[in-house]
């Protein structure tokens, strides 16, 4: 699977056991199942980040 995808074995585990893939990653795995961002990737908005005023102290 990780040769189809155009990407080392390592980094698909990583992938799947939940951490956040790269770009390159998500745009080898679209276009190797032709499919378009949203149909492949969940894009979830971080709230404490959205929300958190400009220039306010984390």
Request: glycine residues 12%; charged residues 15%.
């Amino acid at each position: 699977m990780a040769r189809l995808i155009g990407t080392d074995r390592t980094t698909l585990r990583r992938v799947q056991r939940g951490s956040q893939p790269s770009g390159a990653f998500i745009a080898s795995f679209c276009v190797a199942f032709g499919l378009g961002m949203g149909e492949a990737f969940e894009i979830v908005h971080d709230a404490a980040v959205v929300e958190a005023p400009v220039g306010a102290a984390a």
